[in-house]
């Protein structure tokens, strides 16, 4: 994982630890948030895509061979987002024209990921992507603890936050991000309204596997740089439930994608501090902050209506 270096001698034990996590959580989040927000596009637009882990695992072995070939990490990006775009363009038109269950179709494309991102991934297995250099923000970057924890990041981390900067002015700003909420809550009203609401529905699949695509190629080629069978390790499925427990809101989204970093993280700094506790306990942190935040959300029904799209998960059928 790309961690800032921290100047030792200037600080205690303890800011170094402080500083270290705080940096570790914001890389962490960047991949889960950079994921939900692409699913949150999807069920804004009325669609659940519950093949997010199939499709990072297919863009992390995509970057990572981008990058081992090509050298530049930028096009390992766009090869992730390429091919997160291409597999949710397939699911997309089998769930938009061909009618098939949105489900049972997205759990088949987590499947198929893991294993065609399996095969393909064999010779990259012992493969290095070339020295990175460390990116950090000029004066901000030297500043006590903060410099280090905030101004030291890889850049795709502010532009995660940029990213949910943009989608909330998108979707509450312009007249495209009110007709794509309009095709989630009510797609018969749109599609009589004029609108192509099967093109649009369309235009958020891919656009939101091109962000789960990002961040599958984010892991393997900056967070952890090298390819493992299965590494995006349930991300998918933590992203998926993000956009429950953020209430379909892209604010909450990266607020609660630090939240479910930071308890990531949490388990090696706790290792490295030495407190003796399971490691098995530890490395179900993650998951059971998520199943704990999906139980108490569930408790209050009214909170999720709110917000949530009417027409998610159900199918459009313009003839009817």
Same mark, same amino acid.
């Given at each position: 994982?790309?961690?800032?270096?921290? %100047?030792?001698?200037?600080?205690?034990?303890?800011?170094?630890?402080?500083?270290?996590?705080?940096?570790?959580?914001?890389?962490?989040?960047?991949?889960?948030?950079? %994921?939900?927000?692409?699913?949150?596009?999807? =069920?804004?637009?009325?669609?659940?895509?519950?093949?997010? =882990?199939?499709?990072?695992?297919?863009?992390?072995?995509?970057? +990572?061979?981008?990058?081992?070939?090509?050298?530049?990490?930028?096009? &390992? +990006?766009?090869?992730?987002?390429?091919?997160?775009?291409?597999?949710?363009?397939? /699911? &997309?038109?089998?769930?938009?024209?061909?009618? $098939?269950?949105?489900?049972? $179709?997205?759990? !088949?494309?987590?499947? +198929?990921?893991? @294993?065609?991102?399996?095969?393909?991934?064999?010779?990259?297995?012992?493969?290095?992507?070339?020295?990175?250099?460390?990116?950090?923000?000029?004066?901000?970057?030297?500043?006590?603890? #903060?410099?280090?924890?905030?101004?030291?990041?890889?850049?795709?981390?502010?532009?995660?936050?940029?990213?949910?900067?943009?989608? #909330?002015?998108?979707?509450?700003?312009?007249?495209?991000?009110?007709?794509?909420?309009?095709?989630?809550?009510?797609?018969?009203? !749109?599609?009589?309204?004029?609108?192509?609401?099967?093109?649009?529905?369309?235009?958020?699949?891919?656009?939101? @596997?091109?962000?789960? @695509?990002?961040?599958?190629?984010?892991?393997?080629?900056?967070? $952890?740089?090298?390819?493992?069978? &299965?590494? #995006?390790?349930?991300?998918?499925?933590?992203?998926?439930?993000?956009?429950? /427990?953020? $209430?379909?809101?892209?604010?909450?989204?990266?607020? &609660?994608?630090?939240?479910?970093?930071?308890?990531?993280?949490?388990?090696?700094?706790?290792?490295?501090?030495?407190?003796?506790?399971?490691?098995? /306990?530890?490395?179900?942190?993650?998951?059971?902050?998520? #199943?704990?935040?999906?139980?108490?959300?569930?408790?209050?029904?009214?909170?999720?209506?709110?917000?949530?799209?009417?027409?998610?998960?159900?199918? /459009?059928?313009?003839?009817?």
């Amino acid at each position: 994982m790309d961690r800032p270096q921290l %100047a030792g001698g200037e600080r205690g034990p303890l800011m170094d630890a402080v500083a270290l996590l705080l940096a570790a959580t914001l890389s962490a989040g960047t991949v889960l948030a950079i %994921a939900a927000l692409g699913l949150l596009i999807n =069920e804004k637009a009325g669609i659940v895509n519950l093949g997010a =882990e199939g499709m990072m695992l297919c863009a992390a072995i995509a970057g +990572f061979a981008a990058v081992v070939h090509s050298g530049n990490i930028w096009l &390992g +990006f766009l090869a992730g987002m390429a091919a997160g775009a291409v597999l949710a363009a397939i /699911f &997309g038109v089998l769930v938009i024209w061909l009618n $098939t269950n949105q489900y049972a $179709t997205g759990l !088949a494309l987590s499947l +198929f990921g893991a @294993g065609f991102s399996a095969f393909a991934g064999i010779k990259y297995v012992q493969e290095k992507l070339p020295e990175q250099g460390r990116f950090a923000i000029p004066l901000l970057g030297d500043l006590p603890l #903060i410099g280090p924890a905030l101004f030291r990041q890889h850049p795709m981390v502010y532009i995660a936050m940029a990213l949910t900067l943009a989608l #909330i002015w998108f979707l509450y700003r312009t007249r495209a991000g009110l007709v794509l909420r309009s095709v989630g809550e009510s797609p018969e009203s !749109a599609h009589a309204l004029g609108y192509p609401v099967r093109r649009i529905r369309l235009m958020a699949v891919v656009a939101g @596997g091109a962000l789960c @695509g990002l961040a599958g190629a984010y892991v393997s080629v900056v967070y $952890t740089p090298l390819w493992v069978e &299965g590494m #995006i390790a349930g991300k998918g499925w933590i992203a998926l439930a993000l956009t429950t /427990f953020a $209430t379909w809101r892209p604010a909450r989204v990266l607020l &609660g994608a630090y939240l479910f970093g930071g308890v990531t993280m949490l388990q090696f700094h706790l290792q490295g501090l030495g407190v003796d506790v399971p490691p098995q /306990f530890l490395t179900m942190l993650p998951y059971l902050a998520t #199943i704990v935040v999906l139980v108490l959300i569930s408790r209050n029904p009214r909170w999720i209506r709110l917000n949530m799209p009417t027409s998610i998960g159900k199918p /459009f059928y313009p003839g009817s």
